[in-house]
Structure formats: structure tokens, C-alpha cells
């Protein structure tokens, strides 16, 4: 039994010795020579990975073969899971995820707010000190964006910032021909062409159904408002007059706008239902139907909406032009807020040199045109002069290509050419009004800014449509200061002036 269990024992031996030499590995030879007494194996560097909690809202989810993720994670050197709940109530999956014992190392939070609300809680790690590392973070993103992801001196999330010029004002070029009308320039050029489109059958249906203008609420007039020197009324902007921050809602020069809104509306020149359509979907369909002849929208609308309705009218044409001019010589579409929501390292994050890495990784050039237009050579590529051209497999991935762009990051955008990029680029060529509130929270915007936003639009749209008075207006003003406005206005010029200092 004894001799058998030797046997035994020196055969596995002789097997194990085999199995090793044929492993293709050189023995260690880097120990003393004495059986087991030699130095381990070097161990092998940890993989980088982390967990990140993001969508990209208006895009169709990732397929299963997933070319872009394995680019990002090889030239990257860091690999994610991504968590990605429906955008339709991704506010709501956020709070739930990060009140959770499974937590992620990094996460879009869904307005700006939150980052305040969560760093003060102690959730949110600083990253001041990882940002030394990360040169196409500082160097890409503007220090103002930075700035505004500043909590009690400290930089706790990173922006997704943009350039605020994002908005056109469009009108229906092929009616122009038709009628045989000029581009408007100013305003009285504009009530004009809106008469024509009225008056002159610019569809050709023979049905007195066209009007001059239609959008999503008071923001389709927001052109109109801007050639007064208005913007952002029912979206809580701010204007400055004198070193002081005031209500572009209560702006005294809105009432001139409302006065020649009202009379154009009063005239059948704006569609009846701008109050009722709510969402692009709606607009589209309008659209479609030859119903409005100009409008006011993000840039990516018209090219959309003309590719489609060129399937049934090769002649169709929305031209991008510039906001009309008004009485004073003002001119101006709106202005966005310089940075959308932040990106936030959790406290917990497992490692939080690996997520920075990623994101820094992310908004490097070749990061920048991966996130947004997919891999070179798969769906794009850069020809001799220069020129980036995309690839068929760009058209077949478009509707989800953009998945990974959760910073907007908008230089490779502009350099490739593609049915939708000219709209971006004649974008950035107009007048804008921004909010000069951009980036101020206050506890009394937080409280009362969402009624006070109803009271404007409310006002507004019964002046437009005849149901109040132009004359009311000093008395709505004064309601707006009293349900919470001048409290707001004496917070944000307390902050204003403190941020002022700060810098």
C-alpha cells in the first residue's frame, strides 16, 4: 500500500512537470536554487475599471456589438459599466441609485443643484487634486464652466458645459421664392412676409391654412422678444442694468413685444395652437402638413424635419436667418446656460484616479471624436486635405452613435461632415442674450422660480391672445415680486456680488 501510494505520488509529479514544460513558460530560474526557495512571479497591474451612472437622452439604446465602448476602453486604459435608466425619469432613478447600498464611482446628476445639495452632504469627493493629472480637462472646458461646479472653494463635479450659441431662427425659403419675397431683416420686413404667408397660399392647396409662425410655447417667439432686447422671460433669465441683476420677466421693454405679438396674433398671422404644442413630435407634424412658415428651434430641428419632408417635396427648404432687427437695432436669439448638469466621483468611488483617467481620456481629441462620431476607420476617417468624411456605417449607427457623449463636447461635432452640422455652424453666427443669472442658485430661485415661471407664461399667453391687457403688466409685475421674486432678486444680487468678490 505504502510502495503504491509512492508510485502514485511520483507519477503526478513526473504529470505536473510535463504540463508545466509544456506551457511554453521558461522555468524561474531567479531563486537560490533550492527547490521552492525562489522569488514569485511579478504580479500582473490591476485592471482598470469603473462604475458610471449616465444616459444620453434622444438616442436609441447601444446594440450588442459595441464597437465604440471597446475603442473608448482601449485607448482609454480603463474600462466602465455603465448604468443607463430610461432619460424619461432618469431624475428619479438617480436619487433612488444614490440613496442605495450599490452605489456607483461616478454619476451624471441631472441638474446643477444637485451637485450643491450633494456635496454638502459629504457624498461627493473633491477632485482638485486629481485634475493636476488630467491636462484635457483643464484645458478643454472653460474656467467659467469650471467655476460654476465650485462648492465652498472646492470643485466637486465636472461640466458638461456648451457653447451657448445653440438656437436658429428658420423660415420656410421655398415660400420665399414662391412669393417672390426678400429675406426679412427687420421686423416690419418680417410682419410682412408672415402677411404673405397668410394671404398668398405659399402650400398651394388652395386653403387659407398657413400661418406666419408656430413653435412650442413662448419660446417660438423668442426672436421677436430678442429684437427688444428680451430673453428667457418664462425661463427665469436675468438682465443687468446698473452693477444690478433684474427679472427679465418683468423687463419693462417685454411689453413693447407683447404688444406687436398680440396684434400679429390678433391678425391670424401666429398659429392658434403655439400654446397647446408642447413638444417637437407635434411641431414635426405641423410641419409637415405645410402649416407655419417659420419658427425658432435648437439646431438640430430643421435639417431633421427637411430631410423628411423632401421625401414628398424635393423643393422644400428651411433657411437659417438672422433674428430680426428691431426699432432700437437689437437682434438676438436665446443664449444657453454655459454648462447643461455636472459629472460627479462619488466619496466612495473605488478608484478615483481611474474614473478621472477615463473622463480626461474622453475629452482629448481622439476622445472627443470617438464619444461623438464613433471610430475612425469604422465610421468616419480624415481624407488628405484634412476634410473628415463619414463612412456607410455611420448612417446604419446613427440613431445610437452618440450614446457615450455624455460631455458635449462639440469641436469633432463641427468638423465632420454630416446632413445635420451646417445648422450647427450657422448657429454660433447670431446675436444671442444669455442669462447673466447663469450658475447663481439660490435658495429662493430653488423655491419659487417653478410658480413664478407658470404666473409668466400664463400672463404672457393671455396678453398674446387678447384675454389680458398690455396695461396689466405693472400689476403682474408687482405679483411676481411678491410671490417670491424680489426675494429671489435680493439673493442672486447677494451672491452675484459675492462671486464677484471671490474672483
Not at 484645458?139 to 465650485?150: D, G
Not at 410655447?217 to 430678442?226: R, T
Not at 433674428?323 to 443664449?335: F, I, L, M, N
Request: proline fraction near 6%; glycine fraction near 8%.
Amino acid at each position: 500500500m505504502f510502495k503504491r501510494s509512492i508510485s502514485i505520488l511520483l507519477s503526478l509529479i513526473l504529470i505536473i512537470g510535463l504540463l508545466a514544460g509544456c506551457s511554453g513558460k521558461p522555468a524561474d530560474n531567479s531563486g537560490s536554487g533550492q527547490g521552492t526557495g525562489g522569488a514569485k512571479d511579478k504580479e500582473q497591474p490591476k485592471e482598470k475599471q469603473i462604475t458610471w451612472l449616465f444616459v444620453k437622452g434622444g438616442f436609441d439604446g447601444k446594440p450588442d456589438n459595441d464597437v465604440i465602448k471597446a475603442d473608448i476602453e482601449k485607448n482609454s486604459g480603463v474600462k466602465f459599466n455603465q448604468i443607463a435608466p430610461p432619460a424619461a425619469n432618469y431624475a428619479e432613478k438617480v436619487n433612488v441609485i444614490l440613496a442605495s447600498n450599490d452605489l456607483p464611482d461616478a454619476v451624471k446628476l441631472p441638474k446643477m443643484d444637485d451637485l450643491f445639495n450633494y456635496a454638502d452632504q459629504g457624498a461627493l469627493l473633491p477632485l482638485d487634486d486629481l485634475l493636476k493629472d488630467a491636462p484635457n480637462l483643464t484645458k478643454n472646458i472653460p474656467k467659467a464652466a469650471w467655476e460654476m461646479c465650485r462648492v465652498n472653494g472646492k470643485i466637486y463635479g465636472i461640466p458638461v458645459w456648451t457653447s451657448e450659441h445653440r438656437y436658429n431662427f428658420i423660415i420656410r425659403g421655398d415660400w420665399l421664392k414662391k412669393l417672390n419675397l426678400q429675406e426679412p431683416k427687420t421686423l416690419d420686413d418680417l410682419y410682412n412676409v408672415y402677411k404673405a404667408f397668410k394671404e398668398r397660399d405659399p402650400d398651394g392647396n388652395g386653403k387659407a391654412d398657413t400661418y406666419g409662425i408656430s413653435g412650442t410655447g413662448l419660446e417660438s417667439f423668442e426672436p421677436i422678444f430678442g429684437a427688444f432686447g428680451v430673453m428667457g422671460v418664462h425661463r427665469g433669465y436675468w438682465y443687468e442694468e446698473n452693477g444690478k441683476l433684474l427679472p427679465q420677466a418683468i423687463n419693462p421693454y417685454a411689453k413693447k413685444a407683447l404688444e406687436l405679438l398680440r396684434k400679429w396674433y390678433a391678425e391670424g398671422l401666429i398659429d392658434p395652437e403655439w400654446i397647446t404644442t408642447k413638444n417637437e413630435a407635434q411641431l414635426n407634424e405641423k410641419a409637415m402638413k405645410n402649416q407655419f412658415g417659420s419658427t425658432h428651434r435648437w439646431w438640430t430641428w430643421e435639417p431633421k424635419v427637411e430631410i423628411e419632408m423632401r421625401k414628398i417635396d424635393p423643393n422644400v427648404e428651411w433657411r437659417r436667418i438672422a433674428p430680426p432687427v428691431g426699432p432700437d437695432g437689437k437682434s438676438a436669439v436665446r443664449g444657453v446656460p454655459l454648462v447643461n448638469f455636472p459629472v460627479a466621483v462619488l466619496k466612495t468611488a473605488k478608484d478615483p484616479k481611474a474614473v478621472i483617467q477615463l473622463f480626461d481620456w474622453l475629452h482629448s481629441e481622439k476622445g472627443m471624436m470617438t464619444a461623438y462620431s464613433g471610430v475612425e476607420g469604422v465610421h468616419w476617417e480624415k481624407k488628405p486635405d484634412g476634410k473628415v468624411v463619414t463612412l456607410p456605417q455611420f448612417d446604419k449607427d446613427a440613431k445610437w452613435i452618440q450614446w457615450y457623449a455624455c460631455f458635449e463636447n462639440e469641436q469633432p461635432l463641427l468638423q465632420v461632415e454630416t446632413p445635420l452640422v451646417q445648422s450647427r455652424r450657422d448657429s454660433l453666427k447670431w446675436n444671442i442674450i444669455t442669462d447673466k443669472g447663469d450658475g447663481l442658485i439660490t435658495d429662493a430661485g430653488k423655491k419659487y422660480s417653478s410658480d413664478l415661471q407658470v404666473l409668466v407664461e400664463d400672463f404672457y399667453a393671455s396678453v398674446i391672445t387678447g384675454k389680458a391687457s398690455v396695461n396689466d403688466f405693472d400689476r403682474f409685475a408687482e405679483q411676481w415680486k411678491q410671490k417670491g421674486g424680489n426675494q429671489w432678486t435680493d439673493e442672486i444680487n447677494k451672491l452675484n456680488a459675492k462671486s464677484k468678490t471671490a474672483k
